[in-house]
């Protein structure tokens, strides 16, 4: 059944890979960018933001389904956060509402598990309040930490890899997720209600227990051909780091304590309850062959 997709995030990296696949399996596409794109066939740019309510209605017209994967990732405080997470969200509900659209597949994040724990968890948990409330026919997607090519969120892992040496987080497990599986889930969804509607997904790689963090770094470091020493890093370490980045980067700052927080968390493996059933979805791409393509992809484009 080929669908007519209202999308947000569509020029980032999970939206990028995620309009790719629906435009390849002959969906219909509608999505919200800042700044004008190339056009493509099937694919319809809707100049406008999150915060512009008439953008957001001329998005969702006629839309099947809403796939909405824009959110704030960093931000200088609390307030950035509920900007781009939850009013963004809610906003993108208003519009639904507003042209009778049903299905919404929204994409959180396993940090929503935790709201105490940072800015950022508070506010993707703060958006899923919202889509449960909506009346909507809704489906909540959680990934945890994702990589793949384009992905410049773990690039420095990378380029620390290929130094030799990986500074990690203190000891902890976490659960991976490679940008093409996801993407595919987010369009499986969008075709299909009766099983997952209503629930929220937790979805990784298929690995059982997730990663060791040394573990993860040692496949990074197998990824680029060479092996590397990996170091626990206290978190009074990365506390001081994130002072430095913000001292020198300013609000452009990557390491940020929100993000030391996220980091330091001992826990972000996904929960097997939570997990899609397997008739619907299973993920294809083995993160050793995954993290190799991502190296392929990031020495094309001369990242590393």
């Not at 509900?93 to 929503?112: P, Y």
């Amino acid at each position: 059944m080929k669908l007519r997709i209202a999308m947000t995030g569509a020029t980032g990296f999970v939206g990028a890979e995620t309009l790719n696949q629906a435009l390849e399996a002959g969906h219909h596409v509608t999505a919200i960018t800042r700044k004008a794109q190339p056009p493509r066939g099937r694919l319809k740019w809707v100049p406008g933001s999150l915060e512009n309510r008439a953008a957001l209605n001329t998005l969702v017209r006629d839309a099947d389904v809403v796939i909405h994967i824009a959110g704030t990732v960093n931000a200088a405080d609390r307030d950035g956060f509920e900007a781009g997470n939850a009013r963004g969200t809610m906003a993108v509900i208003d519009a639904m509402r507003q042209r009778g659209v049903r299905r919404l597949i929204h994409v959180s994040s396993l940090a929503a598990r935790e709201p105490k724990l940072s800015d950022y968890g508070w506010s993707k948990g703060l958006a899923e309040r919202h889509v449960k409330a909506s009346g909507l026919d809704w489906t909540i997607v959680r990934p945890p930490a994702i990589y793949g090519p384009g992905d410049r969120e773990m690039l420095e892992l990378f380029r620390m890899a290929k130094r030799g040496i990986m500074l990690l987080p203190p000891a902890g497990r976490l659960s991976l997720i490679e940008v093409s599986d996801l993407a595919r889930l987010l369009l499986v969804l969008a075709g299909e209600k009766e099983i997952s509607l209503a629930h929220c997904y937790e979805v990784d790689d298929g690995t059982p227990g997730g990663w060791d963090h040394l573990e993860f770094g040692q496949a990074v470091g197998l990824a680029m051909g060479r092996p590397v020493k990996t170091f626990a890093t206290p978190n009074w370490a990365l506390s001081l780091g994130a002072r430095l980045d913000r001292m020198l980067r300013g609000k452009g700052a990557k390491l940020t304590q929100d993000r030391v927080n996220y980091f330091c968390h001992p826990d972000w493996v996904v929960t097997k309850r939570k997990q899609p059933p397997k008739r619907l979805w299973t993920p294809k791409v083995p993160t050793e062959d995954g993290l190799k393509a991502t190296v392929e992809a990031y020495r094309a484009k001369g990242w590393l």
